[in-house]
Every structure is written in C-alpha cells, then in structure tokens.
C-alpha cells in the first residue's frame, strides 16, 4: 500500500518560513519523481516544484528564488522549504510521487499566510 504523508503546514505571517516534508511508503522512492502542488481555495490545482530522481528541479515562476524542494532517498522523504511567504501562497499543498504511468498523492496540508 502506497502512502504519502504531508506534514509542516500551518499558519505564518507574510514574510515568514515553513518547512513541508512529505514521507513516502510502499513505493522504491528513489525510482520517483517527486513534486508539490497546492490548490487555493476556488482555484485549480497547480505544480509549485517538482525533483527528479536524479535531483534535478524546477519551479513555477512565482515561487523561484522563494522555494527550494529537496530529497532524501535515505529517508523516502521529499522536502519544500518555504522562504518569504506570501499571502498568494496559502493553499492546500499536496505531495506527488510520479514514475512512468503510476502516480500517487498525499492528503494535503493546509498552509496558511496571514497577518
């Protein structure tokens, strides 16, 4: 059984910092590409940053230079340091284990920037 577990979320102020870490289970997770998305409330689903197995990464526009995702096979873990956090970045953010025509995601965790 597959299981992807989000943690780190809350609420911060604007300009504050949270660290999501995502533990994955039944899965060879270094094999995985893996990746965080969030959804704000009325809004699509939209990929914020994605690790390939061999470490590459990307990001969406408005979270460059603000996000850095990170990964340890050690741990079966997939990691999102958030830095200067913005109101426009609340949402639910959700972890996604992705390889070939398999993918599975996590239950969401719920990040909220206010003052």
């Known amino acids: 059984q597959v299981q992807l577990v989000e943690s780190g979320g809350g609420l911060v102020q604007p300009g504050g910092s949270l660290r999501l870490s995502c533990a994955a289970s039944g899965i060879t997770f270094m094999l995985y590409a893996m990746a965080w998305y969030r959804q704000a409330p009325g809004k699509q689903r939209e990929l914020v940053a994605a690790i390939t197995s061999g470490g590459s990464t990307n990001y969406v526009d408005s979270v460059k230079g603000r996000f850095t995702i990170s990964r340890d096979n050690a741990k079966n873990t997939v990691y999102l340091q958030m830095n200067n956090l913005k109101p426009e970045d609340t949402g639910v953010y959700y972890c996604?284990?992705?390889?070939?025509?398999?993918?599975?995601w996590g239950q969401g965790t719920q990040v909220t920037v206010s003052s």
């Open positions: 996604n284990a992705d390889r070939r025509r398999s993918t599975y």
